[in-house]
C-alpha cells in the first residue's frame, strides 16, 4: 500500500509539471466566454469588427515558468480563429518549450543554445497552423507563439505571416 501511495506522489508532482500547461485554453469556433477568471481580461474591437482580447496566461495554467506571458484571443463573428501567447524581456525560451511540447520539436539553427535561439518557424498539423518567433536584440527578448485554426486561416489579417505557406 504505501508503494502504491508514493508511486502515485511521483506521478502526481511528474504530470503537474509536464501537464500543466496546454496552450488548449479555448476551442477554436467557440465565444468569447471570460467570466470567473482570477485577472480580468481587457478587450477591443478594431475597425474590421475583430474582438481581441488580453489575458495573463496565469488564468489558465500553474506553470510558473510561463507567468508574465499574455494570451491573446481573436475573435470574428463572436467565433474564436486564433491563439497567440507573447513573452517580453524574459531571458529564457519558455514559449519556445511550450510549442515543442504541444505541438513538437522543430530544426533550429546548429550549435545555438535554445535560450539564445532566434528565428522563426511555421508549421502545421491535422486542424492548426503553427507560427513561433523568437527575436533577441540589445534592447529586446521576444517570443511569440501563435495558434490558428485552418478553418479559420482566411480571416487572419492580410499582413500575417501565416499567409505566407
Not at 103 to 121: A, E, I, P, S
Not at 133 to 155: C, G, H, M, P
Amino acid at each position: 500500500m504505501k508503494s502504491f501511495i508514493l508511486k502515485l506522489f511521483i506521478l502526481l508532482i511528474i504530470s503537474e509539471k509536464v501537464f500543466a500547461c496546454s496552450v488548449n485554453f479555448k476551442k477554436f469556433g467557440s465565444k468569447p466566454d471570460f467570466g470567473g477568471l482570477t485577472n480580468k481580461p481587457i478587450s477591443f474591437n478594431d475597425q474590421t469588427g475583430r474582438l481581441t482580447v488580453f489575458v495573463p496566461i496565469e488564468n489558465f495554467c500553474k506553470d510558473k515558468e510561463l507567468n508574465g506571458t499574455m494570451v491573446i484571443f481573436t475573435y470574428v463573428k463572436e467565433e474564436l480563429i486564433q491563439i497567440k501567447l507573447e513573452r517580453h524581456n524574459f531571458n529564457d525560451r519558455e514559449l519556445l518549450n511550450l510549442a515543442i511540447r504541444n505541438y513538437g520539436n522543430f530544426k533550429r539553427t546548429l550549435g545555438k543554445d535554445q535560450k539564445k535561439w532566434v528565428g522563426g518557424y511555421i508549421w502545421q498539423n491535422s486542424n492548426e497552423i503553427i507560427n513561433f518567433v523568437a527575436v533577441d536584440n540589445e534592447r529586446n527578448r521576444f517570443e511569440k507563439l501563435e495558434i490558428t485554426s485552418k478553418k479559420y486561416v482566411n480571416q487572419i489579417p492580410k499582413s500575417s505571416p501565416l499567409l505566407l505557406q
